[in-house]
């Protein structure tokens, strides 16, 4: 599913999964960002994955875009 298909959907998220997704625009790589959440690497990337598959994209942009849309970051 491609997120602009998804922008009607009513999906929930948790502050924490808000602050990754904020630290995925402002960090300049995945370290950077696990290391300011205090969390590993591998974690991380399973926050970004487990985003995804919430919103039903492929790619983790597309999730940014519809907390975006969705005004909530």
């Known amino acids: 599913m491609h997120a602009l298909c998804s922008i009607d959907r009513r999906i929930e998220f948790s502050p924490r999964q808000i602050e990754v997704m904020k630290l995925w625009a402002e960090t300049d790589s995945t370290a950077q960002a696990a290391d300011l959440l205090g969390?590993?690497?591998?974690?991380?990337?399973?926050?970004?994955?487990?985003?995804?598959?919430?919103?039903?994209?492929?790619?983790?942009?597309?999730?940014?875009?519809?907390?975006?849309k969705k005004e909530l970051i």
């Open 39 to 68: 969390i590993s690497e591998h974690t991380y990337k399973a926050h970004l994955k487990r985003l995804r598959e919430k919103v039903g994209v492929i790619r983790t942009f597309h999730v940014f875009y519809y907390l975006l």
